[in-house]
């Protein structure tokens, strides 16, 4: 009901809902639950390895041993899928641990597949963690990225992850016609069931600093503002969701989510597509380090944050919180 329309009817008075739990669940409008949720997961080589990322409490770099008890836990839990960051033991100028058979990222991809079929396995592709210069693709003279040049290796990365068994491949480096490109080298090598999960409109924003550390995938010189977005660009935001759309893109990401809820409105409003918001490292540490501080409640806290989200148009939420909150949940 409109303001408008309740000025129609001067004996109107709202109800105060909020007076009965049961009542307040009945009408509440948006809803968050496990099933929105997805885990991501930082894997390295190595067995009962758990080491700690001092910037992001009570995330870990993980062995696949321990990645797979993670991603058991947190498919017990409700939560229906993991994005999966890898972490190679060797970087170079080509990236070419990113689509290894034997990679990293390979490896567990095989490993969860096989363990635990039903969850769903997202891998994020780039190639920035294993570029011996931290960008996300070909740098000329540590000047400036060759868009074309990257789209190659993209495309195989997000093959190499289908083969091994990756359910969606989500291209997270913001190079021109990488979409296209990863579509393309799908079909012709059989994969063309495989669904792109597009970080559409990823900006370049300071709230990626503890994922950096995390990935150990912080560029040696520059910056990524070249090919990630402008935060004050509405309108560019639209054109570059749009052209990912037009190039095969089955879903969407809004990333990060927290600073962006305006561009996740819009998006989901004028596209329609399955949306999914990014609540990044900078986001998740800010919450627990207040929460340690006792300056917020850590539980109400994340858990508005990520209703936020759902109710600016999120059909999916990537957010280190996951198991806590499908705990908080139940």
């Given amino acids: 009901m409109s303001f408008r329309a309740v000025g129609q009817f001067p004996n109107y008075r709202p109800r105060r809902l909020r007076q009965s ?47 797979l008890i993670e991603a058991t836990k947190a498919f017990k839990l409700g939560i229906p899928a993991v994005l999966i960051f890898g972490i190679p033991d060797h970087k170079d100028k080509k990236a070419s641990g990113a689509y290894h058979k034997n990679g990293i990222v390979q490896q567990i991809v095989r490993l969860l597949k096989k363990e635990l079929p039903e969850l769903l396995v997202i891998t994020d592709v780039c190639l920035c963690e294993y570029m011996s210069h931290g960008h996300c693709g070909i740098v000329h003279e540590e000047r400036h990225i060759l868009n074309d040049a990257s789209l190659p290796l993209l495309a195989r990365t997000a093959r190499s992850h289908a ?72 309108n560019e935001a639209m054109r570059e969701v749009a052209m990912d759309i037009a190039e095969g893109a089955d ?23 399955p949306t999914a918001a990014y609540a990044v490292s900078g986001e998740f540490s800010m919450i627990k380090a207040a929460a340690e501080k006792g300056w917020l409640d850590e539980r109400g806290a994340t858990l508005e944050a990520l209703l936020s989200m759902r109710r600016a148009g999120a059909d999916i939420i990537i957010t280190y919180s996951a198991m806590d909150v499908a705990r908080w949940l139940k």
């Fill in 21 to 67: 739990p049961a009542l307040r669940r009945l009408v509440r409008e948006t809803e968050l639950s496990a099933g929105n949720l997805v885990l991501p997961l930082f894997v390295r080589s190595g067995k009962r390895r758990r080491d700690p990322i001092g910037s992001m409490p009570g995330v870990f770099q993980l062995s696949p041993d321990e990645a």
């Fill in 163 to 234: 083969e091994a068994g990756a359910d969606i491949v989500a291209p997270s480096d913001m190079m021109d016609g990488r979409v296209a490109a990863i579509r393309a080298e799908l079909d012709k090598n059989g994969l063309e069931d495989t669904p792109i999960l597009s970080y559409a409109a990823k900006f370049a924003s300071a709230f990626y600093g503890p994922f950096r550390e995390a990935a150990e995938s912080a560029p040696k010189f520059g910056d990524r503002r070249s090919y990630q977005m402008d935060g004050a660009n509405t």
């Fill in 251 to 273: 879903m969407v990401m809004v990333k990060p989510a927290l600073a962006y809820l305006d561009i996740l409105h819009r998006v989901k409003t004028e596209f329609g597509y």
